[in-house]
């Protein structure tokens, strides 16, 4: 299987880049996040032609994830166990954001998810992050408990750099989030409570990023940042033969200010 993930950065701007990613590199199944719309304005039709399942959760422009398979996509869930909600949080409904979509490909139980931002570092939408990060830990513990021998792959865009070579200079970010001591240290329970970063191992760093702003010259000058990651249980990291970062798909007009990561897992 050759599973993905990209930050797309708006599905129906880049549709067709996408559909083109995903003849290229053979993919199976593809996690998006920021997809900026609501369902029913998805283009799902570009990708059933291509043979794809959809699934997709998105309530406005802001925030959504998906799940592409050509593999089967069986038993489709909605946020995880205990995901909290920001709008709460401001006295308004307590519909959680379109931030976590879970489907089983071929076996593999894949969630795609749109870590919080975090903001600044004063900001109350930090701490929404850290408890969302918690929530995420204590739900990927319990699934490690209850079916150890299932797969499961914990990908997409965390909105962290969870080590120094993760960004192109530290002291641009000394006092930003994403770089954060409690930031890096909610990562660090998650890959502690049994998820590895699979794709590290074949892609190592500095200078290997997922991430550049679209401003004063980021990519051409390679200033980056890596924070989109396939985190994986045992019973998946075992099945990783190679990963690496598409850094080709940052380039060109209408380019996502991500790049996709593609792992490849063995039968």
């Known amino acids: 299987m050759r599973l993905a993930t990209w930050n797309v950065n708006s599905i129906r701007t880049r549709a067709d880049r996408v559909a083109a990613f995903l003849q ?3 993919v199976d199944v593809l996690a998006l996040q920021e997809t900026k719309c609501r369902d029913d304005q998805f283009p799902e039709m570009v990708f059933s032609a291509l043979g794809y399942e959809v699934a997709h959760v998105g309530h406005s422009q802001w925030n959504g994830v998906a799940i592409l ?52 570092l004063a900001d109350p939408h930090l701490q929404y992050k850290l408890e969302w990060l918690a929530a995420l830990r204590a739900a990927g513990s319990d699934w490690l408990t209850e079916t150890p021998e299932t797969p499961v792959a914990l990908v997409g865009d965390w909105n962290i750099a969870p080590e120094d070579d993760d960004v192109w200079d530290m002291a641009v970010f000394a006092h930003s989030t994403h770089v954060s001591p409690p930031e890096r240290a909610a990562f660090r329970a998650i890959v502690e409570a049994g998820y590895a970063d699979v794709v590290r191992p074949y892609a190592p760093g500095p200078g290997v990023y997922t991430y550049w702003d679209y401003t004063q010259l980021r990519f051409p000058r390679r200033e980056g940042m890596r924070i989109d990651f396939v985190l994986g249980s045992p019973a998946l990291a075992g099945r990783v033969t190679n990963a690496l970062v598409d850094r080709e798909e940052r380039k060109g007009k209408g380019a996502s200010d991500h790049a996709p990561v593609v792992v490849e897992l063995a039968d």
Request: overall charge negative.
């Open 24 to 26: 290229r590199e053979d």
């Open 69 to 120: 398979s050509r593999v089967g996509l069986e038993d489709v869930t909605v946020g995880f166990p205990g995901m909290p909600s920001w709008s709460s949080k401001e006295g308004l409904d307590a519909t959680p954001e379109a931030r976590a979509l879970g489907a089983t490909c071929a076996g593999v139980r894949i969630w795609s998810l749109y870590v919080p931002n975090g903001r600044t």
